[in-house]
């Protein structure tokens, strides 16, 4: 079982950045997991906004394309990520969760996720 920690989310207004960071327990072999971040707005689902390989491969909604920014730092047996996020807008409004699962298999894992806010 993994446990993921996320921090960083709070008020912004339009235009401005946030970095949200997300902490796995330590667990062997999850430096081989594929990382990402996904959000829920109220009323909508939940969605994918970036994820990263292991081998440090991103993919980002188009949505964000150009604003955000996703990182890792592999120590031993435990991740430690962020998601730089710049010229927010009040549709970025959500909860942000972070999300690990391996190459293969079934397991998946959430964090508690983290409110972003984007208001004047």
């Known amino acids: 079982q993994v446990q993921l920690v996320e921090s960083g989310g709070g008020l912004v207004q339009p235009g401005g950045s946030l970095r949200l960071s997300c902490v796995t327990s330590?667990?062997?072999?999850?430096?081989?997991?594929?990382l990402g971040w996904y959000r829920q707005a109220p009323g909508k689902q939940r969605e994918l906004v970036a994820d990263i390989t292991s081998g440090g491969s991103t993919n980002y909604a188009d949505s964000v394309k150009g604003r955000f920014t996703i990182s890792r730092d592999n120590a031993k047996n435990k991740i430690t990520a962020y998601l730089q996020m710049n010229n927010l807008k009040p549709e970025d409004t959500a909860v942000y969760y972070c999300?690990?699962?391996?190459?293969?298999?079934?397991?998946?894992?959430w964090g508690q996720g983290t409110q972003v806010t984007v208001s004047s």
């Open positions: 330590e667990m062997i072999f999850i430096n081989v997991y594929t």
């Open positions: 999300n690990v699962k391996p190459p293969v298999g079934p397991a998946n894992y």
